[in-house]
């Protein structure tokens, strides 16, 4: 489309390059994305992609708020937003991959007087998700 006065020229060169800027924008968005999903796999050695359907299934989002998880907005445990920077996991272990996935399956062993419940989560499902909280 050729534009001949210099205002529609003008705003279809800002126009293209809002468009260029966002598409630049979405793609750093979704490679940075990937990239701590990648880090979070290798930490934990599981895949982050399988973990909404277990925290559903396992009703983690009915206690913690889980962002990427309808309905994870619960208030009884902490929040899990930001999990990869903390030091400790719900305040007993060292954040390290294996004291969480040991902590999600079974917490009791940490402290027994703890409120989550041993859903009955495998060790493989544990691990995708911390790898989906380590995303985060």
Known sequence: MRFTHPRWASLAVA??????????????????RQQNEAIAGAMSGGDPARAPDLIRRYGCAGCHTISGIPGGDGKVGGSLDGLRGRVY???????????LVQWIVKPQAFSPRSAMPATGITEAEARDVAAYLYAQ
């Open 15 to 32: 126009t293209a390059s809002l468009l260029v800027a966002a598409a630049v924008v979405t793609g750093f968005a979704r490679s940075e």
């Open 89 to 99: 996991v719900a305040g007993v272990a060292s954040n390290t991959p294996d004291n």
